[in-house]
């Protein structure tokens, strides 16, 4: 999804290698400034997964500053409804997806109902943006509790991904949300077979943090079918590489799958999460509220 000019780009190399690669805890200090609003879209995701929200932000708000690319623009308002739903707003993170949908989408096809991508396509894979959002958007509708609206905008996704153009994230994306949706309507077993693919697709990515998500979803599916001594030991597992790699959204969504499986340390190692997450600009969204 890279332009081929920047791929020589030494700084940008290792914001790559933080955000998509196996770095994804390198700290703030030795994070290379952005060069442009690709990079400042790099920077966004390698401090999300960090949990520092307030920095992500300020780079999302310099990309929409300093970049009129739709595609780009597309990938940062995605960004901004990820770090909003992590932390339970599902309302306010689906109009962050639905404008990001909106940017690569063309939405004249009434005969079929199923959007197409926009020519004339530059910088970063116009596919992997439409993904994201149409992605984002029924993690969106599964947050609200609309578990059919989430799969027809699933199914609407999984008719974007071209086999041939389709990158590894945006599938991966996609089975962790198929999982998730999965996983709320009961259907157990298609949970864990979304999830194991995941993780499949993730081992054979460059991604740590990809892969540490995988794992924890991997362990949620395992704790539905009951099955709660492998799953305690497989999230104990994620809880240790989240904190090896700073991965401090995951970290805390670990201490909360822990707590439910009865770990002693669980709900402590959670309450302190939270008090970091808020402390980087993270505002949790009040119960009963979305």
Known sequence: MFAPALVGDPHFAVLVEA????????????????TDAFGSWLRAVVLGG????????????????HSTDPTLLSLAGSTRGSLLRQLGWHTRAAAF??????????TDDTTTGVA???????????????????TGLAADAL??????????LLRRSETAMAPDEIGWRPALRWQWVSAENALAAGRYLAASRHADTALELAES???????????????????????????????????EQCRAH???????????????????????EASDCAAAITRRGGVFCPAGAR
């Open 50 to 65: 960090q949990g520092r929200y307030a920095a992500a932000r300020v780079e999302l708000r310099r990309v929409c500053n």
């Open 205 to 239: 990515a460059p991604s740590v943090r990809h892969q540490v998500k995988s794992r924890l979803l991997v362990a949620a599916a395992t704790a539905a079918r009951g099955e709660r001594a492998r799953s305690l030991a497989l999230v104990e597992e994620v809880a």
């Open 19 to 34: 955000a998509f690669g196996a770095d994804p805890g390198l700290a703030v200090a030795e994070l290379p400034p952005a």
């Open 246 to 268: 700073g991965l401090l959204p995951l970290q805390w969504a670990s201490a909360m799958l822990r707590a439910g499986l009865g770990a002693e340390d669980a709900v402590s």
């Open 116 to 134: 197409r991508p926009r020519p004339a396509a530059c910088g970063p894979a116009r596919v992997d943006a439409i993904c994201d959002a149409l």
């Open 143 to 152: 947050g609200a509790g609309r578990l059919a609206l989430a799969g027809r």
């Open 97 to 106: 997806d639905g404008r990001a949908a909106a940017l690569v989408l063309a």
